[in-house]
């Protein structure tokens, strides 16, 4: 299995930045995308970016311009910039990975248990 594990969240000022970072471990063999979404209270899971293998990337239309999504792939690392950040950027933020482990066929899709990001005076 794979395991995903984020840091970086916290509380942060209105136009302040905050960098997550998501590291994932276990049987892998390789991952192919992976993301960042992000839930609010009453509201849906939604898609906050997104980064391929390759380095392709696609952002929520509400972060374009402010976030920046990037990985390290011998590192299994993904990270999320974020800047000028507002409070209606506060949600829990859950890493997401595609990937192939080593136990077992096909691809699957792997969650973070989250990080609590609160923007706020």
């Known amino acids: 299995q794979v395991q995903l594990v984020e840091s970086g969240g916290g509380l942060v000022q209105p136009g302040g930045s905050l960098r997550l970072s998501c590291a994932a471990s276990?049987?892998?063999?390789?991952?192919?995308?992976m993301g960042w979404y992000r839930q609010a209270p009453g509201k849906q899971r939604e898609l906050v970016a997104a980064?391929?293998?390759?380095?392709?990337?696609n952002y929520a239309d509400s972060v374009k311009g402010r976030f920046t999504i990037s990985r390290d792939n011998a590192k299994n690392t993904v990270y999320l910039q974020m800047n000028s950040l507002k409070p209606e950027d506060t949600a829990v933020y859950y890493c997401n990975a595609e990937a192939v482990t080593t136990t077992r066929p096909g691809e699957y899709d792997y969650w973070g248990q989250g990080t609590q990001v609160t923007v706020s005076s």
């Open positions: 276990g049987s892998i063999f390789s991952i192919n995308a």
């Open positions: 980064i391929t293998s390759g380095g392709s990337t």
